[in-house]
């Protein structure tokens, strides 16, 4: 039909704040390496409790999420501060990029399974969990394999999706909420919406 336009078609200014975010998060997901490296010893008493540190790294694709609300938004976020992060050095290498595909695939499901009709608090919870989930999952296989089940890895992939329930779904939430009234926000809906609870 002429004059119809597709909600989910991406406009240039979604592309270039969705890059903007993968950028500004691929720099501190770098920078979040060298704190979670820092950190290792404060946590000798429980390894796993590490990944309360985790959400940071998934926030961007949440946040993307809630603000772009176009399929494809987390995906891409999330993937492209990966490869921000691995080409600015990550001492994990290059491995965080399929990790970050995966991770972004985390929150786009959860979008997907509501159909990007849903954008408020409920729907963060569940983008970061889904995306602490996916998470967890790669790392159950890539990085932790060699751990005991359940001393280690179970509880690890617990607290991860705990992690990033709070800090990527609550906390990519509230950042949205946070920028809405700034008026940086006024050509998403994100920004023209005030009922985002």
């Known amino acids: ?7 989910y078609r991406w406009r240039t200014i979604d592309i270039v704040i969705a890059s903007v975010i993968a950028v500004a998060f691929g720099v501190i997901f770098w920078a979040w390496g060298i704190v979670w490296k820092a950190t290792e010893g404060a946590f000798t008493f429980f390894p796993p409790a590490q990944t309360l540190l985790y959400g940071v790294w998934l926030m961007p694709a949440v946040l993307a999420g809630l603000i772009i609300r176009k399929p494809g938004a987390s ?6 501060a990966a490869v921000i992060s691995a080409l600015l050095g990550s001492s994990w290498g290059a491995v965080i990029i399929p990790q970050g595909l995966v991770q972004g ?6 979008f997907a399974l509501l159909l990007y009709r849903s954008w408020k608090l409920p729907a963060a ?9 996916s998470a967890a999952l790669f790392d159950f296989f890539a990085w932790n394999s060699a751990y005991d089940l359940w001393d280690y890895r179970i509880p690890y ?3 991860t999706i705990v992690s990033s329930t709070v800090i990527a779904g609550a906390g990519g939430w509230a950042l949205t909420r946070a920028l809405a009234p700034t008026g940086v926000l006024d050509r998403f ?9």
Do not use: F, I, Q, S
């Open 1 to 7: 039909m002429k004059g119809t336009t597709n909600p």
């Open 75 to 80: 995906l891409y976020t999330e993937t492209v």
């Open 105 to 110: 695939l985390g929150a786009e499901l959860a």
């Open 125 to 133: 919870l569940l983008a970061g969990a889904l995306t602490g989930l």
């Open 157 to 159: 992939a617990l607290l």
């Open 189 to 197: 809906a994100a920004g023209r919406d005030r009922a985002l609870v």
